[in-house]
């Protein structure tokens, strides 16, 4: 999968999470794109059998998409966590560079991240433990 799929396929998530549906325009508002690019990504993921769409034109991840997405922001939520513990930026700047981390580092290292995180007063899943 390319990076930007990713990232359209993390944002219909999270819109999810908080709105309870996703339209096109939600998308392209969440990350800063034109709506015919989100259009063009669609059908893309679409074709790819990552997102269906429903009635009123809703976007739906397929059990295939729910999958990607749920590890790409599982990804997302413990580098920003994990940037955040051990350097004390802010998060915003950590989330910004998590972005960044996210596509192209090994499951290994991600793994290593999340064995860290637990023994060191974070959690796998990116939330800080109180």
């Known amino acids: 999968m390319y990076e930007s799929g990713e990232d359209y396929l993390e944002a219909i998530l999270r819109?999810?999470?908080?709105?309870?549906?996703?339209r096109?325009?939600?998308?392209?508002?969440?990350?800063?794109?034109?709506?015919?690019?989100?259009?063009?990504?669609?059908?893309?993921?679409?074709k790819d059998g990552y997102i269906e769409f429903s009635m009123g034109n809703m976007i739906k991840l397929t059990e295939q998409g729910q999958?990607?997405?749920?590890?790409?922001?599982?990804?997302?939520?413990l580098l920003t966590a994990f940037l955040q513990k051990i350097t004390g930026v802010p998060e915003d700047q950590a989330e910004e560079n998590a972005c960044r981390v996210e596509h192209d580092?090994?499951?290994?290292?991600?793994?290593?991240i999340s064995k860290w995180m637990e023994e060191n007063g974070g959690s796998a899943d990116g939330s800080a433990e109180k």
């Not at 709506?35 to 993921?45: D, K």
């Open 15 to 22: 819109l999810q999470l908080e709105n309870g549906f996703v």
């Open 24 to 46: 096109s325009v939600d998308v392209a508002h969440k990350l800063a794109v034109s709506r015919p690019s989100v259009s063009r990504a669609m059908g893309l993921l679409e």
């Open 67 to 77: 999958k990607v997405a749920e590890d790409i922001y599982g990804r997302h939520k």
């Open 105 to 112: 580092i090994d499951p290994d290292i991600v793994a290593g």
